[in-house]
């Protein structure tokens, strides 16, 4: 089955840091570009941060500006969202996907999702 694993979630106090892991089962991550998402309760989902092979970072979402950081390591098959200054409002499920290109964005061109990795901040 082609699909993401996400791993690294759990709990950790407002101003704790996390790091996601996202690895692709299936297929080669290199020729993707991937994408970061969350859906907090009650909440649509949003794209936070995308990374391309040839074209950098690409933020989505203010509300994780100059807080969370995208990466990836091809050679593990692997991206990363380093997640510094948590905040409650950042207690959601956090997936990630990939597409062609991070272009503008739209959520129903990413594939391969996985099943999340939740993410609580509180005291």
């Known amino acids: 089955q082609l699909q993401f694993v996400e791993s690294g979630g759990g709990l950790v106090q407002p101003g704790g840091s996390l790091r996601l892991s996202c690895e692709a089962s299936g297929f080669t991550l290199d020729i993707w570009a991937v994408g970061w998402f969350r859906q907090a309760p009650g909440r649509e989902r949003e794209l936070l941060l995308c990374?391309?092979?040839?074209?950098?970072?690409?933020l989505y979402s203010n509300a994780v500006k100059g807080r969370f950081t995208i990466s990836r390591d091809d050679a593990k098959n692997t991206a990363y969202l380093q997640m510094n200054n948590l905040k409650p409002e950042d207690t959601a499920v956090y997936y990630c996907a990939a597409d062609a290109n991070c272009g503008l964005g739209v959520q129903e061109a990413f594939e391969y999702w996985g099943q999340g990795t939740h993410v609580t901040v509180a005291e």
């Open positions: 990374m391309s092979r040839h074209e950098g970072s690409h």
